[in-house]
């Protein structure tokens, strides 16, 4: 089942922006999504659509095979299901402390007492913002704040949950951490769809990726697929994995037997070579 859908999604922002032009989006359950975008290109756009914060001009959105409910009632339902990181953590945190900021969500879900710190405290751990509780969101770094704000939304336990870049402005380790453990709780059966420019993390951790440019889906299909596509990838301002230019380069200025599909990570690359080069 798909568990996001949009069908024929078109929004136009009141000020007359047209950020999305009739955008087909699918995201299979239990798999992890990446869309992939230059600035500008309507990746937040679309993301604020999953969980009912806009409603498309025109087309629709459905989460879970229904169409998204944008009363009261059903938004709040949706959001027990589908929890979205924003990009901007400035956006999402405003609690005095990091412990009330991540404890809103389960004390909305009307939670026992106890039931919430043990989330609070289990979500603070998973994202390494543990010893932090105390402090005010506004006092922490920018990796911090992102990682308290991921925290957030995973003391809800959705099923789905859309992270907008949540590596940017991490550290290489913070970053690799957080896809870490967004492909564990992958593992555990939540759906997971991220924005990213990082097209150096996408091929080890996506299933399927979209390419958005000017408010348009230009390509998608698995990463091998869509990064094979060297011409669109850089007509949409992105770039290859580091790797696979390497490969290229290594390909059409050195004359070296690799040809395409380029590997995309390191552990591809290395059988790569071992086999044209390893005894
Ligand atoms: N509140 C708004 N009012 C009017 N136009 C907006 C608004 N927010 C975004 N836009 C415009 O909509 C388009 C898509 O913006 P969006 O923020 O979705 O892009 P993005 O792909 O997330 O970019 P980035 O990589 O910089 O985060 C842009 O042209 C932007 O200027
Ligand atoms: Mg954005």
């Known amino acids: 089942m798909n568990v996001v859908e949009t069908v024929d999604v078109t929004y136009q922002y009141p000020d007359g922006t047209k950020a999305l032009?009739?955008?087909?989006?699918?995201a299979p359950e239990g798999k992890i999504i990446a869309l992939l975008g230059p600035n500008g290109a309507g990746k937040s756009t679309l993301f604020l659509h999953f969980n009912g914060i806009l409603k498309p001009t025109t087309g629709c959105v459905k989460i879970e095979g229904n169409p998204v409910n944008y009363e009261r009632k059903g938004l709040k339902k949706?959001?027990?299901?589908?929890?979205?990181?924003?990009?901007?953590?400035?956006?999402?945190?405003?609690?005095?402390t990091v412990a009330e900021d991540v404890a809103f969500g389960p004390l909305n879900l009307d939670l026992p007492k106890e039931e919430v710190e043990s989330r609070v405290e289990e979500a603070l751990k998973r994202v390494g913002m543990e010893g932090f509780e105390n402090k005010p969101p506004h006092h922490l770094s920018g990796g911090q704040k992102k990682r308290v704000a991921i925290a957030?939304?995973?003391?809800?336990?959705?099923?789905?949950?859309?992270?907008?870049?949540?590596?940017?402005?991490l550290d290489p380790r913070g970053a690799s951490q957080i896809m870490k453990l967004l492909y564990k709780l992958n593992r555990e059966g939540i759906t997971i769809i991220i924005s990213t420019h990082d097209v150096d993390l996408v091929p080890l951790y996506a299933y399927q990726v979209y390419i958005i440019s000017e408010g348009n889906i230009i390509k998608e299909g698995s990463p091998q697929n869509v990064f094979a596509d060297v011409e669109t990838i850089r007509?949409?301002?992105?770039?290859?994995?580091?790797?696979?230019?390497?490969?290229?380069?290594?390909?059409?200025?050195?004359?070296?037997?690799?040809?395409?599909?380029?590997?995309?990570?390191?552990?591809?690359?290395?059988?790569?070579?071992?086999?044209?080069?390893?005894?």
Do not use: C, W
Request: hydrophobic share 40%.
């Open 152 to 169: 957030g939304i995973l003391a809800m336990q959705p099923k789905i949950m859309v992270l907008d870049e949540p590596t940017s402005g």
């Open 235 to 279: 007509k949409a301002n992105l770039r290859l994995p580091r790797i696979a230019h390497l490969m290229e380069i290594l390909q059409k200025k050195d004359n070296l037997p690799f040809d395409k599909p380029y590997p995309l990570t390191i552990g591809e690359a290395r059988q790569k070579l071992l086999k044209e080069f390893g005894d």
């Open 21 to 26: 032009n009739e955008i087909n989006f699918t």
């Open 78 to 96: 949706l959001r027990q299901r589908i929890g979205i990181v924003f990009q901007n953590p400035d956006d999402q945190l405003f609690a005095p």
